[in-house]
Structure formats: C-alpha cells, structure tokens
C-alpha cells in the first residue's frame, strides 16, 4: 500500500474463537481489523493467502477499498506472482485503475446489448467506464481507436459539422481489433443508442466500421498534411515562432514510431502534448478536402437526424 507495517499476522477474536481476523503493527502500535482501514484488510487476508503453483485464481472486485496507488501496486505484485508461480489469475473490477495496469489481451468487458451480453477483448478504460457510467451522455455515441483519433475526429467535427459536434461523444476503444467487433454491433443494429465506428486510416475496410481521412495512423496523416503547408497558422495558435514549430515538428518526424511525434515535438516547444496535438489537428481539420470530411461527417449527421 506504499507504506511501512512493523508486521502483519493473522489472530483469533475473541467474540469468537472460530473467526481469523488480521492484526497488523504500525509505529510499534498493534491494532485489529476492528479498527483497520477497509484496504488495510483486504491486502491483509490477501496475503495471508498461499497461491499453489499451476493454480487458477478468481478475486472479484479486487479494488474494493483500496486508493488508485494501491490498486495498481497489487496489480503489479499479483502479476508477478503470476511469473513467478505460473499461475492464471482471473478478476473483475470497476476501477480504470486496475484496468490501465493490464495488457489490452487480459481485458475482456462484458457488454450488454438489446438483446444479448458480448465479451469484447481488448478496450481502453475510457470506454469501460463510459459503458459503465449512468450519466446521461449526449445523443450517439463515436469510438475511435485511441486519444490522437479522439481529438483528429473531434476537432474535425467542430470545423465541418459545427451543429453536430455537441451532439456527440467521441470513447476511445483501444485495440483496432476491439473496433471491427463493435462495427459489426453497429452492422448488426445491436448498440441500446445510436452509434458509430471509426478506424484510423491504415486499416482495411470493416462492416460497420467507417475509416477516418488519409490512410496512415492520426499523427502521420496530421503532420504530413501540416508539413505541406509550411504547418499553417499553428505557430499562432500555441504562440511559438514559426521557425520553432517547423523545426521542432519536422526533427519529431524523423523518429521510426509516430506515436513519439507529438511528445518530442511538444518537448522542443515546451507546451502540453495535448495542446500541440489539438492545435495540429485543428488546422489540419481546415485544410481537409471537402470530399473526404463528408465521407466522415456525413454519416454522424445522418445518424443524429
């Protein structure tokens, strides 16, 4: 839990000589779980517990009790143990805490639709929390792969579809592969509200699924555009010299992976990844040929009318 225990042992009460109940020392002082801290027991009858080798392991709602910093510390301890003793654990939980700590391949959501439950493989915490949230959200839904897609279609939505763009919120999804299963959902007619799917640019076409503009991922279609333009009005809009973005931009686009454009480049600037990106996409979204934003926004249109 991030801080320091004397000792943790297990002890008899004794209201009841049959009922194990931990007591831990902290600061020389012992105290029971009478007078714990819920995720003080919980980690304590945790690891009290001797995991067999080989052994399958269910714990349901692991994050019960515990702050985020805990929650991710045991997902990390307990994956380990996995290593270690060549064991499978299996958890369900309601934390996007937990949820960050795993691999995309250990997460499965269970995903209730009109008519059936699906087991979706594979998404972010964003879109497991939204699917779990009873806000009330605005009229459909848009997922794209991740948070670069997030903001390219978003800042395209607000230049060429300015009345729908209120009307929608935009989850990322996580592996493309989690996005060719909720495109045939949307085929399907299967979603409770109205919604669509968008892949970025370098996929093949899927049923349901609707490819956003160029066809390289976001950060490679948004700087090759931009760089083509001498990078637009970008530098107004992060207050930054001209010759500062350029060089900043286009030393970024010497990297072999895309995904460290947008960091590097905002490093060099000294500005928010975030606000880079979305000034980048912003300009881009006003230079997009009006053929190709149609073919994204045209659909959303016809969705919400």
């Not at 490679?220 to 970008?234: E, I, T, Y």
Request: net charge negative; proline share 5%; with cysteine.
């Amino acid at each position: 839990m991030g801080r320091e225990y004397d000792s943790a042992r297990m002890a008899l009460a004794n209201i009841d000589n049959k009922r194990e109940i931990p007591v831990i020392s902290k600061s020389s002082t012992d105290y029971s779980g009478f007078h714990q801290g819920s995720g003080e027991t919980t980690v304590a009858e945790l690891l009290r517990v001797d995991l067999p080798r080989y052994s399958l392991v269910l714990i349901d709602e692991i994050e019960s009790s515990l702050h985020p910093r805990s929650q991710r510390r045991l997902v990390r301890d307990l994956a380990e143990r996995c290593r270690e003793l060549e064991i499978q654990i299996i958890l369900t939980t309601h934390s996007p805490y937990v949820i960050e700590e795993l691999p995309l391949e250990a997460r499965k959501y269970i995903l209730e639709t009109k008519s059936s439950k699906e087991i979706v493989s594979g998404v972010s915490p964003q879109f497991a929390m939204t699917k779990m949230d009873d806000e009330v959200y605005p009229e459909c839904d848009l997922f794209v792969e991740d948070n670069a897609a997030k903001t390219m279609l978003g800042e395209l939505l607000a230049f060429h579809g300015k009345q729908a763009f209120p009307r929608c919120q935009i989850i990322p999804f996580g592996a493309a592969s989690v996005g060719h299963a909720l495109g045939q959902m949307v085929a399907q007619d299967r979603f409770p509200r109205p919604s669509l799917v968008f892949l970025d640019g370098d996929n093949d076409d899927a049923p349901g699924c609707i490819l956003l503009p160029g066809e390289d991922a976001p950060e490679q279609v948004v700087f090759k555009a931009m760089k083509a333009k001498n990078w637009g009005d970008l530098w107004g809009r992060i207050g930054r010299d001209v010759s500062l973005v350029a060089d900043a931009c286009e030393s970024a686009m010497t990297l072999t992976d895309h995904h460290d454009w947008v960091r590097i480049a905002a490093n060099k600037l000294l500005c928010g990844g975030d606000t880079l990106w979305q000034a980048m996409c912003a300009e881009w979204a006003k230079i997009v040929p009006a053929a190709d934003a149609k073919k994204v926004i045209q659909p959303i249109e016809d969705l919400l009318s």
